[in-house]
Nanobody, 123 residues
């Protein structure tokens, strides 16, 4: 069973950058499409980005397109989310997740979840 651990969250000023990382244990990491989701206080979890198992395809929420970049390294069992031009509305707990059902925006189709990392963007 693959386990996911996120890191890299923190406090940043609006306009700043952060890079989130998700380290996976287990030998089947490359079988999973990997996504990032976020949940702000009082709001539902929302899709942020997803990358296919090979890294050849990526998809983004409209709210982060052009500012965030998802990438993965199957040799190192890691997936990253580079976030630039951060806005206060990006404040949330960010979760990485894995799915064997393809590059999905629907979080219910993901079998693996990390514990989350807090990102706070001050104005």
């Amino acid at each position: 069973q693959v386990q996911l651990v996120e890191s890299g969250g923190g406090l940043v000023q609006a306009g700043g950058s952060l890079r989130l990382s998700c380290a996976a244990s287990g030998r089947t990491f490359s079988s999973y499409a990997m996504g990032w989701f976020r949940q702000a206080p009082g709001k539902e979890r929302e899709f942020v980005a997803v990358i296919s198992w090979s890294g050849g395809s990526t998809y983004y929420a409209d709210s982060v397109k052009g500012r965030f970049t998802i990438s993965r390294d199957n040799a190192k069992n890691t997936v990253s989310l580079q976030m630039k031009s951060l806005k206060p509305e990006d404040t949330a707990v960010y979760y990485c997740a894995g799915s064997t059902r393809g590059s999905r925006r629907d979080g219910t189709l993901y079998e693996l979840w990390g514990q989350g990392t807090q990102v706070t963007v001050s104005s």
